[in-house]
Nanobody
Framework: QVQLVESGGGLVQAGGSLRLSCAAS????????MGWFRQAPGKEREFVAT????????YYADSVKGRFAISRDNAKNTVYLQMNSLKPEDTAVYYC?????????????????WGQGTEVTVSS
């Protein structure tokens, strides 16, 4: 069983930055693609970014491309989401997820394990 624990959320002004972390335990981290998703109040959970097990492949939702960067440290079993130039519309609960495949995916239903989420609020 894989457990995921996110951290790093908080309140930030528009234009600011935050770095989210997700620590994984259980399973084989380097064999698991990881993803970040977010859910704003009253909206469905949506894809943000994903990274392959090796870290060599990444891709992003169009809404965050050029502002957010996903990375991972397989030695620390941790995945990160660096968020820059934050906008009020980035306000959401951010979830880390892992899948039982090293290939990344932007599809929510292809992920097997989820963290509890960390809240990000961007004020205007």
């Amino acid at each position: 069983q894989v457990q995921l624990v996110e951290s790093g959320g908080g309140l930030v002004q528009a234009g600011g930055s935050l770095r989210l972390s997700c620590a994984a335990s259980g399973g084989t981290f380097s064999s698991s693609a990881m993803g970040w998703f977010r859910q704003a109040p009253g909206k469905e959970r949506e894809f943000v970014a994903t990274i392959s097990g090796s870290g060599h492949s990444t891709y992003y939702a169009d809404s965050v491309k050029g502002r957010f960067a996903i990375s991972r440290d397989n030695a620390k079993n941790t995945v990160y989401l660096q968020m820059n130039s934050l906008k009020p519309e980035d306000t959401a609960v951010y979830y880390c997820a892992s899948r039982l495949s090293r290939y990344n995916s932007g599809r929510l239903y292809e992920y097997d394990y989820w963290g509890q989420g960390t809240e990000v609020t961007v004020s205007s």
